[in-house]
Structure formats: C-alpha cells, structure tokens
C-alpha cells in the first residue's frame, strides 16, 4: 500500500518535474525560470497558468524588495534624489498595476493583459536604470526584473 | 536533476535565487523538517530506491524531447513559440535595457504638462482610466449608443464593466452611467464584449461575455429595461443566464465575442462566436429563436490552422456594386461575406472576403492565401488598432467600424495621466468596387464637422526638401493631400534599367522609416514635429520599382523618432497601398494629440498610431511637407483645417435630464 503510494508520487513528482522543465525550455533563461520555479511550492503541482502566475508573484517580490532599497538609498546617496523619485515611481507601477493585472488577466484567461504587465514590469525597471545614468545603484535588482519579466512573459505567451 | 531533493519536504529545497540575502521565500517552511527518525530513515530507503527509477525515466525522456533548444549567446530561445513572439507587443525589454545602461542616455521624466497635453480633442475616451473593446454599437431613437470595456477603478486592464455613451452625430458624445456591471454570479468576474441585434419589431437584445465566479466564460443575454428611453440608460440581464456555455471541446476561458445575429433563409437568428481548438482559430456557430435557448451547428463558420484565439469575431455582407452600408442580414448574388477576427496571438485584425453558405452556416474565402489571421492577410488598420466592431447603421444606411486604440507608452505613464485608450474616429466600411478585394474605410463625415478655418496649398517640393507650413496650431488637424511625382522623374527611374528593383524587398516596418531616401520616396507629411525636427511623425508614400518595372506603393507612418522618451513604442508601420491607373496619390490625415490616423488612397490602407512627443507639444507642434526622394520632384495639393474639439461631456443627471427631454 505504502509502496504503491510511493510509485505514484514519484511518477507525479517526475511528471510534475518535467513540467516545469519543459516549461521552461521555452523561455529565455532556462536556468533562471526552473530555480524560480522549483524554488515555489506552488511549482511542483501547477498548470502553465499556474506556473505564470508564480512568475508573476516573484515580479511582486522583488518590486518590493526593491522599493525597500529604494527607500534606504534616501539617505545613504541624497544626491541621487531625482533618479530614486522616478524609481520609486516606475516600482510602485509595478506593485500596483502590472502585478494586479496580470494576475486577473491570468487567471481569468485573457493572457495578452498578463503579457502586457509583465513586459511593462521588465520596461520600468530598464527605465527607471537608465535615470542613473550606467552608475546605477540597482544594477543587479533592476538587471534581475527585466530577466524575470522575460521569462514570466514567455509563459504567458503560451497561454495565448 | 536527479536527487533526493524530489522527495525531501520543501524547507530543504533551493533558496529562492533572487533573494540573495539569504532570507527564504517560505516562512513556514520551517515546520516541515521535523520527522519521526524512524520515518525519516524509511524515507531515505524507499527514496534511493525510485531515484533509480526516476533516472531511468528521466533518460528515457530525453529521447524524446521534440523541441530542440538552442540558446544564443545572450539567452533568447530560439524554438518555433519563441518566434510567436515576433512581431507581437513590440515594446522590448531588450532593447530598452542595452539603451539604459549607456551614460549618454538622457534621463527622462513624464511631466504633467506633457502629459495632460496627451487627450484627445475629439475622439473618444472617457474621463479617466482604463477603456478596450468597443460593444455592442448601435442607433437607436435618434441617438448613436456607443458601448465599452471599461475599468472603473484604474488605469490598466481590470474590474471590468461596461461603459456607456450616447451621441447624435458619432463625434459629441454625452457619457453616462454604466449600463452593466458584474453583480450576477454569471459575470462576477467580468462584464465583457458582446454585440447588439435588433429583433423584428424594433426592440433590442444584447449578447455579451460573461466571466463567471469560476473564471469559466459565457455568453449572456441582456435587453434595455425600457425602450421608451431613448438613452437606454438601464439593463436587464435575463433571469436565465447564462444562454450558452462552453461546448464539449472548447476550453472554459476560450469563449468570448459573440457577434450580432443574422437571420437565415429558415427565419431563425444566428450568431457566431470565436474560438479555438489547440492552435486552430475557430468560429462557432448557432442558431436561436428567443436568444434564450440556441442549437450549435455541427459545422463551423470557419476555421484557419496556427492563427491562435480568435476574438472579437465580426461577420457582415458588404454590398459588391454599391457604395453604402448593409443590414447584417443581407444575403444575396450581389453580396459577399466578410469575416474578421482578433488574433489574440499577434493584436492584429485581419479580415478576409468571402462566400457565406446560408444552408450550412459557413464561409470561404475568395483568396486562401490570405485567409483570415494568416501574416499577410488584410486588415482593417496597419498600425495600433485592435477588437474592432461594425454595426449597421440603419439612421444612414451605413456599415460603421469602431476600433479600440491602446496606448503605446508604459503602464507608469498611464497611471500618471490617469487614463489609458482611445477609441478610433469611427469609419464607414464598403467593399471596394474598384478593386474588388479589399475593404475602403472613411473616416465617418460628421468629422467634417469639427473642421474651423482651412487652408489651401499647391506646391512643388524638390529632392530632399522640408517645408513649414504654416497653420497656426498644429495638435489637431484634418489634412487631405494629393500628391504626383514628376512625369520627368518617373520617366527617368522606369527608363533606367539598372535601376534597382527594391519593390519586393521594401517594407513600412523594416526598411528604416522616412531617413532612407530612395529614387521616388518618401514624401508626404511630418505632423506633430518640433520646429527643429528633433521630434516628429512622419506619414508618407514610398514609392518603388519592381521588378516587373511596374511601380508599387507603400503608405507609412514613421514613429521611430516622435519622441525622445525611453518607455514608449516606436515602430514605423504601414503596408503597401493599390494604386489603379490614372489615379494621383492621396492620403488623408486626421492628428489630435497623441493619435495620428492616416487613409491612403482613399482609405484603401489605414494606419493609426500613437505617438508622445515631448517638446513637439502645444505651440510647439509644427506640420511640415517633405520629399526625402534622391531625384524625384513632386507636386502636392493639400488642405489643412484646424479641427475643434469635440468637448465630450462628463455625466450629469441635469445633463441627461436635459438631453430626455430633446
């Protein structure tokens, strides 16, 4: 009994594995959407707009990570005022607008607003990058939006 | 991949790769560890032992994969679904972040100046946040009723509801309340497109798309509380709702659009609505009485392979001799079929023209080789222009296309200025009787109607030449221009046998806009420009020689250099424009503000586009003409009206108190 249980979870788990796997094989960055993926709970038993919508909860985290970093760098560099103000506003883009949008356009199965947000989410971080001038403090957290935002726009198009 | 990781509960997992301070994406995760040590060793056991088995069919596996996956240097797939992705929303990420990095970038900020320069004079758009589709169009008791998607609560996709508005003329519109929301199980989700009929007796039914509570997609039938309203302010919503469900075979959330109705040669009323099966775009099609209860064809209206969802499906008759609008049911020797379909795959609407089959509900194409949704098949508009809609406008005995105008700026911008989306000029549609293969749309003549002081011009305009025309302000404006390259010019390029063909290479989109000059093009227009040319749109013909010797023409609109701002779309589009023997190059083009729309040849090829510029705004938008031609001089005749605003009025219970008693 126990072994029969054992069976059918690892054939779950190798099918569910293979999922994400063929899943991302499909978008850009291999590497980047199965750690993202694997790394959810969620992943290992969720449909393609299950996995997008994962995708899109990890755009929402790290908008938010980033406004925090946002906010620490007010006092840390003063003098970047102006770029952090249009940062912070292109984020809050994201976590207010992109993200809900995307998910209701998901879940409800018209993909193409989904794909919408999460293209703006990769523009606004690229824009709000380039306000620095190539000495930009949020190399590495805006470079990290704009990969994901590819990778969570390729699973959306395959909802179309 | 293979590890033991498969089987151990999820705390001991990978940390979430893009919170690389070490903190971990689940903060229950810690609660799982704890095991029995008895359990835990039997877990172990039976782990090892499918390990195995999984690496045997994870080796199996690998044999089989169909898509081979190569990666280029920086990434990007290149298996068949990635190519889906070309030519689709053309903002890129890509491009924006190569540009972001580089210390000459200007950086750049919205202001509210400039944005609120943005709105329209005269086309349609509600006071603020989000618009789509346009629904159920129709004229009713001396009032055209327009109908929209609309999101009550923000500036992007969403809550979606629909919007209301009522005008005498399709130009001065009056808004009011919302005619349906989501307050039925049937539509909770989503109050979404649908379409008009009217029934025999003159009263009204209205289809439209529900989102249920479960996300599942319906069709719902909802009729005007009172018809002694002109206005139809108020819905009902039938008490049985849904009418239709998704059928066997059609996914939940693949269902949507359904078009006016028809009626058959048996007197019943039929309707259509867009599908798909796999990457099958479909039409499916039924028959009703009552609107209440429908039988489902066994065949489908029509179908293309890899054309993806079809949305916003519209089916009508077009007149093949005479030059006016069709009631939808219209049937007869001297009629074709059009049908049309928004490809959810790409944003295009294509059309084609065909054949209806009464008898069995379906369709085919005069042409297959530019069937419905396939790349090169026709569309109503070259540039941004998407979930269009007819209706038969019976007050005028015209067939009137309404077409929904995203933006093509960021989400941020949007969300800024507090709106998004503009509803096209509506455009009359007849079959053009000259050609017989494609549709010619107008802009509705009660435009006209806006138009204030005009001015006339006729000149000449040598190679490489720009000229200001001076108009006074220049954001909203109805130009009609006629243009002739010189005989002497032509003659020279057609007799030059070396001359290279370039007419089957050239492309609005990839030909590198209005800078490349060739022997006879581009002329035309640069409208919304900045005095010194650093910001500007220009709409032009290009002219080319075939191979054939024979001269084919092409209708563009150049937006790649509107605007100096990073976050916005900048394509050059435009298609290829049939111009008959004996005819001069005409175009037409109505600017206002942030929308250029453009009618080649008498509206044989359309392009609408947004555009945002930045300097080239208020009394800094300026008209030039231009021939960017190497030799060829051409003549152009043109007049230039300023065109008023259309002052849409907010609602207002007096203002619609006011408007019952008219």
Redesign the interface.
């Known amino acids: 009994m ?2 029969v249980m ?2 059918m ?2 054939m779950a ?2 099918s569910e ?2 999922m994400i ?1 063929q899943t991302c ?6 590497n ?1 959407c199965v ?2 993926l ?4 969620r992943g290992s038993s969720a449909d393609t707009s299950g996995l997008a919508l994962i995708l899109v909860d ?1 755009i929402k ?2 908008a938010t ?1 980033t406004l925090k970093e946002i906010n620490s760098l007010y006092k840390k560099r003063p003098e970047l005022k ?2 952090l103000d ?1 940062c912070s ?2 984020y809050n ?1 994201i976590l ?3 993200v ?2 995307a998910i ?2 998901i ?7 989904g ?3 999460v ?2 989410a ?3 971080a ?2 709000c ?8 403090p949020l ?1 590495s957290l ?3 939006m ?1 990969k ?3 990778v969570a ?2 699973i959306v ?2 909802l ?1 | 991949m293979a590890s033991s990781d498969a089987l151990l509960p999820i705390s001991a997992r990978e940390e979430d790769p893009l919170l690389s301070d070490g903190s971990r994406s689940d903060p229950n995760a810690e609660t799982h560890g704890r095991r029995r040590p008895v359990k835990g060793l039997l877990a172990v056991t039976f782990g090892l032992f499918f390990i195995a088995f999984y690496v045997a069919l994870i080796a199996t596996h690998d044999g089989s994969r169909s898509n081979d996956v190569k990666f280029e240097s920086d990434g990007t797939a290149t298996t068949a679904s990635r190519a889906r992705l070309a030519g689709v929303s053309e903002k890129s990420n890509d491009q924006l972040w190569k540009l972001s990095g580089d210390r000459n970038t200007v950086a750049f900020s919205w202001n509210n100046s400039m944005l609120s320069w943005q709105r329209t004079g005269f086309h349609f758009q509600p006071g603020q946040n989000w618009m789509n589709d346009p629904n159920g169009p129709l004229f009713y008791k001396g009032w055209y009723h327009f109908f929209y998607q609309y999101n009550p609560n923000a500036a992007v996709w969403g809550d979606i509801v629909w919007g209301h508005a009522v005008s005498k003329d399709l130009i001065h519109w009056v808004h009011l309340p919302l005619a349906m929301v989501a307050d039925q199980w049937y539509d909770a989700n989503g109050v979404w497109t649908g379409s008009a009929t009217f029934l025999e007796d003159g009263s009204i039914v209205m289809l439209y798309t529900g989102s249920t509570d479960k996300s599942v997609q319906v069709q719902n039938l909802a009729y005007p509380e009172d018809l002694n309203d002109p206005l139809l302010l108020k819905w009902v919503k039938f008490s049985g709702n849904p009418v239709l469900v998704p059928p066997p075979g059609i996914l939940p959330k693949d269902f949507r659009d359904p078009t006016t109705a028809w009626k058959t040669s048996a007197g019943k009323w039929r309707i259509t609505i867009g599908s798909k099966i796999n990457r099958t775009g479909i039409s499916l099609v039924y028959d009703t009485t009552d609107f209440k209860t429908y039988e489902k064809l066994d065949t489908l209206l029509h179908k293309v392979p890899n054309t993806g969802m079809w949305e916003c499906v519209d089916f009508y008759p077009v007149s093949k001799t005479l030059v006016k609008g069709l009631d939808t049911s219209v049937n007869g020797p001297d009629v074709k079929h059009i049908v049309k379909a928004s490809m959810d795959d790409t944003r295009i609407d294509h059309y084609a023209i065909g054949t209806y089959f009464d008898s069995n509900g379906t369709w085919i194409p005069d042409d297959p080789t530019i069937d419905v949704g396939i790349s090169t098949s026709l569309r109503y508009d070259y540039g941004k222009f998407y979930a269009s809609k007819t209706f038969y406008d019976q007050n005028k005995g015209r067939r009137i296309l309404w077409g929904w105008i995203g933006e093509s700026d960021s989400e941020s911008a949007d969300v800024q200025k507090g709106w998004s989306s503009l509803q096209g000029i509506p455009r009359t549609v007849v079959l053009d009787t000259k050609t017989g293969k494609n549709l010619v749309q107008w802009p509705v003549d009660e435009v006209k109607s806006l138009r204030l002081s005009s001015k006339k011009f006729d000149m000449e305009v040598g190679p490489g030449s720009f000229v200001n025309i001076d108009v006074g302000s220049a954001a909203q404006l109805d130009i009609e221009a006629e243009f002739e390259i010189k005989k002497e010019s032509l003659d020279k390029i057609l007799g030059d046998a070396s001359a290279a063909a370039e007419a089957e290479e050239f492309s609005c989109q990839k030909s590198g806009g209005s800078t490349v000059r060739g022997a006879l093009g581009p002329f035309g227009f640069s409208v919304l420009a900045h005095e010194s040319l650093s910001e500007q749109t220009p709409v032009y013909f290009y002219v080319a020689k075939g191979k054939d010797s024979k001269l084919k023409t092409f209708f563009c609109t150049d937006s790649s250099r509107s605007s100096f701002a990073n976050d916005v779309v900048k394509p050059v589009y435009g298609s290829s424009v049939p111009v008959l023997e004996g005819e001069k190059l005409t175009m037409r083009i109505l600017v206002d503000h942030s929308i250029v729309e453009a009618f080649g040849q008498g509206g044989r090829t359309c392009t609408t586009s947004r555009v945002y510029p930045t300097k080239a705004i208020y009394g800094a938008a300026k008209l030039f003409l231009f021939n960017n031609a190497i030799d060829a001089t051409i003549t152009a005749s043109f007049n230039v009206w300023q065109m008023n605003s259309a002052f849409i009025h907010p609602y207002s219970e007096e203002a619609v108190r006011a408007l019952s008693r008219t």
């Open positions: 126990v072994v054992m069976i979870m690892v788990m190798v594995a293979n796997e094989k499909e978008t850009p960055d291999f980047l750690s993202l694997d790394s959810d709970p990890k985290g790290l990570k102006q770029a249009e506003r292109r883009t207010k607008a992109d809900p949008e209701e356009a879940s409800k199965g018209v993909p193409k607003f794909e919408d947000g293209i703006d990769g523009v606004e690229a824009v990058e380039g306000e620095f001038k190539g000495k930009s190399t805006t470079k990290s704009q994901v935002s590819n726009r390729a198009r395959m179309l």
